[in-house]
């Protein structure tokens, strides 16, 4: 983490990025016992107000647990960890996915807009559905891939919001950041041509009703990014 990055946090988060990192390299394993509160404020320099504050967000986390009368341990956050933990990773990885991490992502969403696709289709109104073409239009004229990479995660954002299915809504806006990451991975291979466009054709598929093309087209165009000349992982 550059030292500008640094001077951005808080003391707080100053604090939990420190143990996460130690814990995410591998410095500190599942099992080893972190030393007291109190002892932790003179090692690292803190009150015991950010130690304990800190360490309730590293357990929520799943990167610490603690036994009552024990003390903290450190989890295997690969177990114990969520969407927050992930994104913890992702940025000690300097705000990228590793391949295998990129691949798990994609899996899954795979699996998950087949789902929104086919609640899109049986449940929404055309009007309803005519709510994604502004958001495509700005894609479609959009240079810059930064912007673009956001865009088109509030796109199927969007999607997931109008399947009427709230915990999907609220999973694909807690993994934007990741979604981003594949995205520009994506783009800086393969251009961004293609997602775009695929976006139209999916409008245009759920318009004609045609569910199980609109899947067809999507688990084509997750696949690209795993198999095949296109793929990134």
Do not use: W
Request: charged residues 25%; neutral net charge.
């Amino acid at each position: 983490m550059s030292s500008q990055n640094q001077d951005k946090l808080s003391v707080r988060e100053s604090f939990v990025r420190k143990l996460e990192n130690k814990i995410i390299s591998g410095q500190l394993k599942p099992g080893d016992k972190l030393p007291p509160a109190k002892e932790l404020c003179t090692l690292m320099g803190v009150s015991l107000t950010i130690v304990n504050a800190g360490m309730s967000e590293l357990a929520n986390k799943g990167f610490i647990e603690t036994v009552p009368r024990r003390g903290s341990y450190v989890a295997d956050y690969k177990k114990k960890g969520n969407t927050d933990t992930f994104i913890s990773v992702m940025r000690y990885n300097g705000g990228t996915l590793t391949a295998s991490e990129a691949r798990s992502f994609i899996e899954t969403r795979m699996a998950l807009d087949s789902f929104v696709i086919g609640l899109v289709a049986e449940r929404c109104s055309d009007g309803e559905i005519r709510e994604l073409l502004p958001l495509y239009e700005k894609m479609k004229e959009e240079q810059d891939r930064d912007i673009l990479c956001t865009q088109v995660t509030d796109f199927y954002h969007k999607l997931s919001s109008l399947s009427g299915n709230s915990f999907m809504s609220l999973l694909y806006r807690s993994t934007a950041e990741p979604q981003g990451c594949v995205y520009r991975m994506y783009f800086d291979k393969n251009g961004t041509d293609t997602t775009v466009n695929t976006c139209k054709k999916l409008i245009d598929l759920l318009l004609e009703r045609d569910a199980e093309g609109a899947k067809k087209l999507m688990l084509t165009a997750l696949s690209t990014a795993v198999e095949g000349e296109m793929a990134i992982v």
